[in-house]
């Protein structure tokens, strides 16, 4: 083998190369680099997105929901008003949604119960003034068991519910 020697300008490309070479994998390295922390961002971005949009759904729904217990409630506290009118009093009737009370007091927890607060008291009204109905004993139980069930329900509930439940 002969020992020849490289001429000083060939070393010097193939440094210059090997430094060009070095700089070029630093540069891709970065652009990875760049590239993974954005995937990283748009990822995190979707995921955040997704989170909001079953808050809201789930808001929603929590919206519907109220909205049809106080419907409920309302139409507890109508019918049961109706049903006892003087002029076309109908017990039977009267009884009958005063047992739809419990489908909704199921519903109803110290947590959520501000959101029903005006219609709770009418209907609490109603149910004490039917508690002293003289024409059906029955009418005045139903009342008295519904009232206490309730107290029940929400005794151990904050001052904010027994405020605005004064029994």
Same mark, same amino acid.
Do not use: F, H
């Given at each position: 083998? /002969? %020992?020849? +020697? *490289?001429?000083?300008?060939? !070393?010097?490309?193939?440094?210059?190369?090997?430094?060009?070479?070095l700089q070029d994998e630093k540069l891709a390295q970065k652009l990875e680099e760049k590239e993974r922390e954005k995937e990283r961002r748009k990822r995190e971005k979707m995921e955040r997105k997704r989170l909001e949009r079953l808050q809201q759904a789930k808001n929603r729904n929590q919206e519907d929901t109220?909205?049809?217990?106080?419907?409920?409630l309302?139409?507890?506290? /109508? %019918?049961? +008003? *109706?049903?006892?009118?003087? !002029?076309?009093?109908?017990i039977d009737k009267c009884l009958e949604t005063m047992?739809?009370?419990?489908?909704?007091?199921?519903?109803?927890?110290?947590?959520n119960v501000t959101n029903f607060g005006d219609?709770?008291?009418?209907?609490?009204?109603?149910?004490?003034?039917?508690?002293?109905?003289k024409q059906e004993e029955r009418v005045r139980q139903k009342a008295d068991h519904f009232l206490n069930k309730m107290k029940e329900l929400f005794s151990s509930s904050e001052s904010q519910v027994s405020i605005l439940l004064k029994f």
């Open positions: 083998m /002969s %020992n020849k +020697k *490289l001429p000083i300008t060939e !070393t010097i490309d193939d440094v210059m190369k090997l430094k060009q070479k109220n909205r049809m217990i106080n419907e409920m309302t139409t507890i506290d /109508s %019918n049961i +008003k *109706l049903s006892l009118s003087k !002029t076309n009093a109908n047992d739809s009370i419990d489908d909704v007091k199921m519903k109803i927890t110290s947590k219609n709770l008291k009418e209907l609490i009204s109603t149910l004490k003034k039917c508690r002293k109905y």
